[in-house]
């Protein structure tokens, strides 16, 4: 009975502690959309799956493989429980990654449907690419969290990055220089997206997949989502001197801007060339991270 209780206690602290860890990580005003043990982070940008493994041992304290049952030491009980934790994170995060919409007219589930080469990429990228940590959480249980910057999803997405250079709609607007661009999309049909756009009240694209420096995308993400102007403000992308507008309308889930701001925001080749860089953030309702 002592033993039975102890491992009871055992259990209930380690979900204890699991829960406290992925709380510490995912910040209450982050914009995130959950998926069982995953967690995608719009606003940090990266992608943060978890999963544990209970070491199994007998009535008499003999530790088994996870896998085969076969009576083993504690030690290879662990590491054996270790790699059952982290391929479970690992197709956890697999599984979740397709519910991301691409862009526009495209999701990672129908890329990784029709695409032999997303299907492939991201399988060696999540191997390859994850960080990931691996700890004891209680005396049986083995716990892995895994991460992925979001932006290394590009590299498995067949898109060309033609890096073009903006149209010029700015005309003869006296330029100003800004770091960042932040965009109130709040109360309109706005998603969270890889790949956004942003259009003019003309329907003409001003920002999107064909204007960004792709290996800065890919190293920092294109477009961070938040809930609120404060969090916008204090995100590393805004910089200093953001510029901050309220789309007046949206267009294939992503925001429409006036001309007027348009062209004030790209007056200044320096604040062009932030935007290259993907200094943008768009502001969300709360209610929007239900899927």
């Known amino acids: 009975m002592i033993q039975q209780l102890r491992y009871s206690i055992a259990i209930f ?23 069982r043990n995953t967690s995608i982070n719009w606003t940090k940008e990266i992608i943060m799956s978890a ?11 003999q530790p088994l493989n996870i896998d085969t049952g076969v009576p083993t030491s504690l030690n290879r009980a662990r590491q054996a429980a270790y790699l059952h934790a982290r391929n479970n994170a690992i197709e956890e995060m697999a599984m979740s990654i397709q519910h991301i919409i691409v862009d526009p007219d495209t999701t990672m589930r129908e890329l ?23 700890y004891p959480s209680g005396f049986t249980t083995a716990h892995c969290r895994l991460s992925i910057p979001m932006g290394e999803l590009l590299q498995v997405i067949p898109y060309t990055f033609p890096e073009h250079e903006f149209p010029n709609i700015w005309g003869d607007t006296i330029p100003t220089e800004y770091t960042g661009l932040i965009v ?13 756009s942003l259009f003019d009240d ?9 204007y960004i420096h792709s290996p800065m995308a890919v190293k920092r993400g294109t477009v961070a989502y938040c809930y609120n102007e404060d969090d916008a403000m204090r995100h590393a992308k805004s910089g200093n001197r953001p510029f ?27 604040t062009r060339k932030n935007l290259k860089n993907c200094n943008v953030i768009i502001i969300l309702n709360r209610e929007d991270e239900s899927s």
């Open 13 to 35: 602290l380690s979900m204890v502690i699991t829960v406290g860890i992925w709380a510490h990580q995912v910040q209450a005003d982050d914009f995130t959309r959950n998926y």
């Open 184 to 196: 109130d999309a709040r109360g309109l049909d706005v998603k969270p997206m890889l790949l956004p």
């Open 202 to 210: 003309t329907g003409r694209e001003i920002f999107g997949r064909q």
């Open 112 to 134: 990784l449907q029709r695409e032999t080469f997303t299907q492939a990429g991201l399988a060696e990228l999540i191997q390859k690419r994850t960080s990931s940590r691996v």
């Open 51 to 61: 999963s544990t493994a209970d070491i199994r041992i007998t009535k008499e304290g």
């Open 244 to 270: 901050f507008t309220i789309a007046i309308r949206a267009m294939k889930g992503c925001p429409v801007l006036s001309s007027d701001d348009s062209r004030k925001i790209y007056s200044s080749p320096a």
